[in-house]
């Protein structure tokens, strides 16, 4: 008998650059879903960084590109890259549940740190996410835990649309990484070496981006 197919993930960021801990996040969220594939979207501007010099989306999706190849159940999605205007999750739900509709498949989850849920309620239309998509929040270190009660309190009634992953613990920060790399401080512990090898060799986050 043919096997049903499986929820896929999303996971969306600005990945300036990805990182380690963007990685560890993919490989939990897919073994503690049971996700058949996760999407990387990266955000081609993204409204909350407005203003803020985000690299150029080229040498993001590159990098993104770069970093999961390895990996064959994650999936580059250029979705926002090739949308006009603010990269607004809602819209990025809206289509790729239409196509898990559209495929058979169960709700999406859309993969997103504590820290990022916290604030869930400032985005664009969070009800709406809701409705077409599930919310899988992941811990982050220095970040306020959240748990079902929290839910409960916030998005009553809503409580089936969460999940709580067990991991990781990761404190890795795209923030940090540029400024070690604009400092000369190095990064091999906190980023893939070919994304490491592509920011050298384009100099990125040192005023030479090329």
Not at 109 to 117: G, L, N, P, R
Not at 156 to 162: A, I, K, V, Y
Request: some cysteine.
């Amino acid at each position: 008998m043919t096997e049903a197919p499986r929820a896929f993930g999303i996971l969306g960021g600005t990945f300036d650059p990805i990182h380690l801990g963007h990685l560890a996040l993919a490989y939990e969220a897919r073994h503690e879903l049971e996700l058949e594939y996760l999407l990387f979207v990266p955000n081609a501007d993204p409204p909350h960084k407005q203003g803020q010099g985000v690299t150029p989306a080229r040498h993001r999706e590159a990098m993104v590109a770069l970093a999961i190849e390895p990996e064959p159940t994650f999936v580059l999605s250029r979705l926002e890259l090739e949308r006009d205007g603010p990269s607004y999750a809602v819209d990025t739900v809206a289509e790729l549940a239409e196509r898990s509709r559209a495929e058979g498949r169960p709700e999406p989850w859309f993969v997103m740190s504590a820290e990022a849920a916290d604030s869930f309620h400032t985005w664009r239309e969070p009800d709406r996410i809701l409705q077409l998509c599930r919310l899988a929040v992941a811990p982050r270190p220095g970040a306020k835990p959240l748990d079902h009660a929290w839910v409960a309190e916030h998005y009553p009634g809503q409580e089936g649309r969460f999940a709580f992953l067990s991991g990781p613990e990761l404190d890795i920060r795209s923030t940090d990484i540029r400024a070690r790399v604009a400092g000369g401080t190095p990064i091999t512990d906190l980023a893939p070496e070919v994304v490491i090898a592509y920011i050298e060799e384009h100099g990125l986050y040192q005023g030479g981006e090329t």
